[in-house]
């Protein structure tokens, strides 16, 4: 898995037992910082892999961009030839962006003051008015429905393709799924649970899939604001986590319209926000 896992030595303590040394593996965390035309955007702290979807995604859930053209490039910089001095190693974590037209090219003010953690979305705002932002996709108007029977299968499907959790249990994932069929779409994983969510955007925006008409974003964990915010942005009418949302979270999707579930778990889920798309059917 590359620089997704990395191997640490740890001591096993059993009660009753000796103690045992053994490597063990951990999922690897490391910043990434987004630049624009040379310039800082943000940092982020993420698990490498899917970097430029990472970007594209989190360019859309800021309001930057909305489809795949208006990205022109996005070029890891730090060794020769890309940007970084003579003989200067690529970490590869550093990424520049070129924005194209139509791009809402962000002023310097709108750059985070500083890095977001793995557990922050929003981390960097420079105030409370700067942190709901308006999408350009009004899923009010998505009429699609999701069978009962169909939501209770996405948290299996979800974990199943957990490859790099298996490995480490220190990964959150975010997976898109076709509302109509339950197929699945896309899955990663990252620490970051709004990074996994922007790596599953910024894969639709690079196939020119958004606005995410249609379609159920299934998380691992809970469902914060971040995460509807970047539902919102992207165009998803369906948020599915298994574990519980916020309020304020709820009090978003209510207004933006997005079909907010939490506690989807077995054959069960609370449904907080516009109930109309979940489909009641029999067990399969």
Same mark, same amino acid.
């Given at each position: 898995?590359?620089?997704?896992?990395?191997?640490?030595?740890?001591?096993?303590?059993?009660?009753?037992?000796?103690?045992?040394?053994?490597?063990?593996?951990?999922?690897? $965390?490391? +910043?990434?910082?987004? /630049?624009?035309?040379?310039? %800082? =955007?943000?940092? &982020?702290?993420?698990?490498?892999?899917?970097?430029?979807?990472?970007?594209?995604?989190?360019?859309?859930?800021?309001?930057?961009?909305?489809?795949?053209?208006?990205?022109?490039?996005?070029?890891?910089?730090?060794?020769?030839?890309?940007?970084?001095?003579?003989?200067?190693?690529?970490?590869?974590?550093?990424?520049?962006?070129?924005?194209?037209?139509?791009?809402?090219?962000?002023?310097?003010?709108?750059?985070?003051?500083?890095?977001?953690?793995?557990?922050?979305?929003?981390?960097?705002?420079?105030?409370?008015?700067?942190?709901?932002?308006?999408?350009?996709?009004?899923?009010?108007?998505?009429?699609?429905?999701?069978?009962?029977?169909?939501?209770? $299968?996405? +948290?299996?499907?979800? /974990?199943?393709?957990?490859? %790099? =959790?298996?490995? &480490?249990?220190?990964?959150?994932?975010?997976?898109?799924?076709?509302?109509?069929?339950?197929?699945?779409?896309?899955?990663?994983?990252?620490?970051?649970?709004?990074?996994?969510?922007?790596?599953?955007?910024?894969?639709?925006?690079?196939?020119?899939?958004?606005?995410?008409?249609?379609?159920?974003?299934?998380?691992?964990?809970?469902?914060?604001?971040?995460?509807?915010?970047?539902?919102?942005?992207?165009?998803?009418?369906?948020?599915?986590?298994?574990?519980?949302?916020?309020?304020?979270?709820?009090?978003?999707?209510?207004?933006?319209?997005?079909?907010?579930?939490?506690?989807?778990?077995?054959?069960?889920?609370?449904?907080?926000?516009?109930?109309?798309?979940?489909?009641?059917?029999?067990?399969?």
């Amino acid at each position: 898995m590359g620089r997704i896992t990395a191997r640490w030595p740890v001591t096993k303590v059993t009660v009753g037992r000796e103690p045992s040394r053994r490597p063990d593996l951990l999922a690897v $965390e490391e +910043p990434l910082e987004i /630049r624009i035309a040379g310039n %800082a =955007f943000t940092i &982020t702290m993420r698990t490498p892999g899917n970097d430029v979807e990472l970007a594209a995604g989190f360019l859309v859930s800021e309001g930057v961009i909305t489809r795949a053209d208006q990205l022109i490039s996005a070029i890891h910089c730090g060794g020769p030839g890309t940007g970084g001095a003579a003989g200067e190693p690529n970490t590869y974590n550093v990424l520049d962006l070129q924005l194209g037209f139509g791009a809402a090219v962000p002023s310097p003010d709108a750059a985070r003051n500083f890095y977001m953690t793995s557990a922050c979305g929003v981390c960097g705002k420079t105030s409370i008015d700067t942190v709901e932002t308006k999408s350009s996709f009004d899923i009010t108007d998505d009429r699609v429905a999701v069978d009962s029977a169909t939501l209770i $299968e996405l +948290p299996e499907s979800l /974990r199943s393709g957990q490859r %790099a =959790f298996d490995s &480490t249990g220190g990964l959150h994932a975010a997976a898109l799924f076709d509302a109509t069929t339950g197929e699945q779409l896309v899955l990663r994983e990252d620490v970051g649970r709004h990074n996994a969510v922007d790596k599953v955007i910024g894969w639709a925006v690079n196939n020119d899939r958004v606005p995410l008409r249609g379609t159920v974003l299934q998380v691992s964990g809970r469902a914060s604001f971040e995460l509807v915010q970047k539902a919102v942005m992207a165009g998803i009418p369906i948020l599915a986590a298994v574990s519980a949302p916020s309020s304020l979270a709820a009090e978003l999707a209510d207004r933006a319209g997005l079909t907010l579930i939490g506690f989807l778990r077995g054959q069960s889920m609370n449904v907080y926000t516009h109930p109309d798309r979940v489909r009641v059917t029999a067990d399969r």
